[in-house]
């Protein structure tokens, strides 16, 4: 399966600042990834899917300003968590598909912390 | 939008006995997944499944593809502590897009 790299593992960060999760598809080239965001205890819950060279495509309720999304090539997608509070606080996933109606592969996550 | 419905939510047993989880939808899915979790990592792939009553197995582990295409579940046989951690199943229907269950927490006793 594919092999997804997410950077930085962690992160804390002040209240008002920005931060950037890099995700990295290693042996495939993917048009698409999935940002997901998980709560302690709680299912992952996708944010929006990132389209190589396009916008992003975002859920109900999730702030396209607040989470910035850029995927400039076939192996690299970031999010950018602009102006974090504390309640943006969450463990950050994103995933690659292969081709539609396959399987996600996953990267490993980077646990945000707002201070 | 499309829901998936995970039971049971946690299970405590004994190390050696067997385990079973489900997933219902009020929706159709082209292909089911079963992952698991361990705490401060990514969901890793456990059973992909892509047809309809299919039955897959990987290892201990054991999962099927409803036929109504609304439901799976999972299996594991001869539970051992490693497999504590949490079971999400996903459904993907047309496109890329995966809907997670709320997960099944397991906790096995040596």
């Known amino acids: 399966g594919a092999v997804v790299s997410q950077h930085p593992s962690w992160v804390i960060c002040k209240s008002g600042t920005s931060v950037k999760i890099e995700c990295r598809s290693l042996?495939?080239?993917?048009?698409?990834m999935f940002w997901y965001r998980q709560f302690p205890k709680q299912s992952l819950m996708l944010m929006a899917t990132s389209n190589e060279g396009s916008k992003a495509t975002y859920e109900q309720g999730v702030e396209k300003d607040k989470f910035l999304i850029n995927h400039a090539s076939l192996t690299l997608s970031t999010l950018t968590v602009t102006s974090a509070h504390p309640e943006d606080s969450s463990f950050y996933i994103c995933?690659?598909?292969?081709?539609?109606?396959?399987?996600?592969?996953f990267g490993q996550g980077t646990r945000l912390t707002v201070v | 939008g499309q829901q998936l419905n995970q039971s049971p939510q946690s299970m405590f047993i004994q190390e050696g006995e067997d385990v079973s989880m489900n997933c219902t939808s009020s929706?159709?899915?082209?292909?089911w997944l079963w992952y698991k979790q361990d705490p401060g990592e990514g969901p890793v792939l456990l059973i992909a499944l892509y047809k309809a009553g299919e039955l897959t197995s990987n290892g201990r582990l054991t999962a099927q593809f409803g036929i109504t295409r609304k439901d799976s579940f999972l299996n594991i046989s001869a539970s051992i502590p490693s497999d504590v951690g949490i079971y999400f199943c996903a459904g993907r229907g047309r496109g890329f897009k995966t809907i997670f269950g709320a997960g099944t927490r397991l906790f096995v006793k040596a």
């Open positions: 995933s690659v598909a292969q081709g539609r109606d396959t399987e996600a592969f």
């Open positions: 042996d495939f080239q993917a048009t698409t």
């Open positions: 929706s159709i899915f082209n292909t």
